[in-house]
Structure formats: structure tokens, C-alpha cells
């Protein structure tokens, strides 16, 4: 989920401009959020896809196009700060989704085989998003050194700290690196709840000191767990509402995973804001992941998740990985022009 399109004419100019997008700008996609209003038109993209933007199977409406910009070719590296009090567990289960991006050998489905629809995305030349996605270095902010409410622009702050520490700092790697800060069930994150549960945008160079792709996801165990943990929670203010059983146990970072796997697909595929979306404005684009939010399965689509899987244990869950499973949302795919999954019926 892109915030917005900033210019680089000069340093003041890019702070000045990059802090309006960042708290004007709004992120559109189907949750249960309170008191939520579909199609109020406030946007470009609103106009031309409505208020959920998802389109399963009405290909005639999106017009996904490339804008000429670079994707994740190369192989991915994902730089993960773990910003305020986690568990061992908490860590082990994201490490597991992330490290299953590139297991080739998943038992079906699987999560490397949601992976292959981003990798039909290609650049200019004809490259096509790499399959090689792997974890990289990680830094520890236990002390939460930005304090418990974070803004938009203190989130790169932290960013600009892991990569500055003096001890054990994050690599600098612009082209192929992607850094991945998550938050503690204890921080408070701009919008958090209210109108997001991650996004992803590029680090300023007056900020940072460097341009790097970068996602943020909020862990919603102990904040708004029936919003940026649905279905595995489910808000009060919808009656008669059943939660489904997480696959590993914890809700809040079960929810995160298809936040972060929302997050990734979309900064392979639009890193800079100019490479892959739809709509007519690039301060308000409609990305890949976007598109099918909230949908899991075959038939999702509205606030109806799809035909998901069931285990013997009782868990729900779409998709297999290293040794786990996941309950991830499906992505764009740009071949037969509607919402995939490796997990769908037709497959």
C-alpha cells in the first residue's frame, strides 16, 4: 500500500512534500474497520475501482500497468527490525513464513507457489521478479528507542537507527534489500487500527541518508485483533460473527503474516511507486496486493474471505510452509487478469 509519490528537487522540498502525502493520503481496502463507508469516490482510484477495489473475476474493470520503473529482479533480502518486546515463538513463526517464500519443495499449496503469481510480474527488460527471497540481518529494539507512538516518520527514524547503529548495523542495499520493521503489541502506530494495519513506502534521504524500500506491520494482538486480525478475530460491532482457529496459535501474528505477505508483494512488484499499479495517480495507487484484499480462496470477494482450508486439528489456514501454515491473501495475477492463489479450486 503505497502513500504517496515524492520529488527529490531538494532537500527541503522532499521533507515538505513527503510529510503532506504521508498524512493526507489514505489507504483503501476492505477490512471490517468501524463505522466504514464503500465507494465515497475521494479518489482517482476511488472513482475507477470503488471503495474494496476487489475484482476476482471482473477483468474488464482493472487496468493494471507498468510505469517503466525497477522491480525486484535480483535476489531479495529481507532486513527485519524487531522493534519493542517479542516472544521467541512470535519471531520463529514469521521467520517461517518469510524463510517458505523460496521452499520450492512445500508440500501444495504452498507458500512459494503464492510467490510464483508476484514472479509474473517483470521489469522493462523482461526480468521477472526473483524466486530467490531470503532472510538477511536483524536488529533488536527492545528498549523501543522511538518511545510507544510512532508516526509515520518515526517509523524511518527507526529505520535510519538500525542501519546507523554502531554495533551490528543493518547492511545499506538499496537495490535488493528490503527492510521490514514490525512493532510490538505495546506500540502505537499512526492509523494503526483505524485505517491501516501495514504499509510500505521508501526511505527519505533526509531522513535516512538513503532511498530503501521498506514495509511496516503492527502486531493487533492486544489492539484491534477483529480488524488486522481477521478472521482469526472478529470485531464486536458485527453480531453473529465466528473467529476462525489460527493455524499457530497466536492471533495477532497469524494476522500479521498476510499483512506482511501483503506488504512484500507489493514493494517486489512497486518499490519506488512507479513500476506496477493501477488507477490514474500515483499518490493513490491500486497495487497488486490491493486488488484482493481480504480474499483467501476461491469465490472470496465483498467481505466474503473464500474457500479456505480446514485441518484436522481444526485450524484454518490456505497455504503450507516450512514445517507450518499460513493463512495468506491472494495477489493479482496479471496472466489471467483476476485474484490467484495456489490454493484455488481450478489449479
Avoid at 508476484?118 to 536483524?138: C, P
Wanted: proline share 5%; hydrophobic share 35%.
Amino acid at each position: 500500500m503505497w502513500l504517496g509519490c515524492v520529488c527529490r528537487s531538494s532537500t527541503l522540498f522532499l521533507l515538505i512534500a513527503a510529510t503532506l502525502l504521508l498524512f493526507t493520503a489514505s489507504v483503501t481496502a476492505w477490512r471490517p474497520w468501524p463505522n466504514q463507508q464503500q465507494n465515497t469516490m475521494n479518489t482517482t482510484a476511488d472513482l475507477e475501482f470503488g471503495g474494496s477495489k476487489k475484482y476476482e473475476g471482473s477483468s474488464e474493470f482493472v487496468h493494471l500497468r507498468y510505469h517503466m520503473g525497477p522491480v525486484f529482479t535480483n535476489k531479495i533480502t529481507i532486513h527485519t527490525i524487531w522493534y519493542g518486546h517479542w516472544q521467541k515463538s512470535q519471531k520463529r513463526i514469521i521467520r517461517g513464513f518469510l524463510n517458505s517464500i523460496s521452499a520450492v519443495n512445500g508440500k501444495h499449496p504452498s507458500v512459494a507457489g503464492w510467490w510464483k503469481t508476484v514472479q509474473l510480474y517483470t521489469d522493462q527488460t523482461g526480468a521477472n521478479i526473483s524466486h530467490n527471497v531470503r532472510l538477511g540481518e536483524e536488529k533488536n529494539d527492545r528498549l523501543y528507542s522511538h518511545g510507544k507512538s510512532l508516526t509515520r516518520l518515526s517509523v524511518q527514524s527507526i529505520i535510519k537507527s538500525a542501519v546507523t547503529a554502531r554495533t551490528r548495523p543493518l547492511p545499506i542495499n538499496p537495490k535488493s534489500g528490503l527492510y521490514l520493521l514490525l512493532t510490538a503489541d505495546d506500540v502505537q502506530v499512526e492509523d494503526f487500527c483505524s485505517q491501516i494495519c501495514g504499509f510500505h513506502y521508501f526511505t527519505f534521504p533526509s531522513i535516512v541518508g538513503y532511498t530503501l524500500p521498506f514495509a511496516w506491520v503492527g502486531n493487533s494482538a492486544k489492539q484491534c485483533a477483529g480488524v488486522c486480525a481477521y478472521p482469526f478475530a472478529v470485531p464486536s460491532y458485527i453480531p453473529n460473527l465466528k473467529p476462525v482457529r489460527s493455524p499457530n496459535g497466536e492471533v495477532g501474528v497469524d494476522g500479521m503474516i498476510s499483512v506482511i505477505a501483503h506488504e512484500i508483494a507489493e514493494l517486489a512488484t512497486n518499490p519506488l511507486v512507479n513500476a506496477w499499479y493501477a488507477g490514474q495517480d500515483p499518490s493513490f495507487p491500486v497495487e497488486i496486493a490491493d486488488l484482493c484484499e481480504g480474499i483467501y480462496g476461491t469465490g472470496g470477494g465483498g467481505s466474503y474471505t473464500g474457500q479456505m482450508l480446514e485441518g484436522e486439528d481444526g485450524v484454518t489456514y490456505n497455504m503450507n510452509g516450512v514445517g507450518r501454515r499460513f493463512l495468506v491473501q491472494w495477489v493479482w495475477n496479471p496472466i489471467v487478469n483476476y485474484c490467484s492463489g495456489p490454493n484455488a479450486l481450478d489449479q
